[in-house]
């Protein structure tokens, strides 16, 4: 009989990061790492704490992430730091909004993963009789 959890006792091969991926990332971190004028974070005065992420920064998992993004934005006066990432079927994969001198995080739900909107979340499961 051949053990069906042979395979996870491979070795772990790494691969090499997605250039594209790789690329995006490392201009949104560049973005947020200066600012307007071109100078470092480092460089602010007192004044101008930038948002950062803290000890406690919540992600939420949301129904509409476009959407969101525009409420907390009107409400709150949130600010969208760097570009959304998007995905291929038009959901946002991750979004972080400064409030303040904090950041949220937001992605739209995957529930093939498990991670409900609070619509989805809080609708009670059916059940089987």
Do not use: K, N
Request: aromatic content about 4%; glycine content about 8%; some cysteine.
């Amino acid at each position: 009989m051949t053990d069906p959890l042979e395979a996870l006792r491979a070795p772990v091969v790494p691969v090499e990061p997605d250039p594209t991926f790789e690329a995006r990332l490392r201009e949104r971190l560049r973005r947020a790492l200066l600012q307007p004028t071109g100078e470092t974070m480092a460089t602010t005065t007192a004044q101008e704490t930038p948002a950062q992420v803290g000890t406690l920064t919540p992600y939420l998992c949301v129904d509409d992430g476009r959407h969101a993004l525009r409420w907390y934005a009107e409400a709150f006066g949130a600010e969208v730091r760097g570009e959304p990432v998007m995905m291929d079927d038009g959901r946002v994969g991750h979004a972080e909004l400064a409030l303040g001198d904090s950041i949220l995080m937001l992605a739209d739900e995957w529930p093939e993963l498990g991670l409900l909107g609070p619509r989805r979340a809080a609708a009670p499961a059916s059940r089987s009789t």
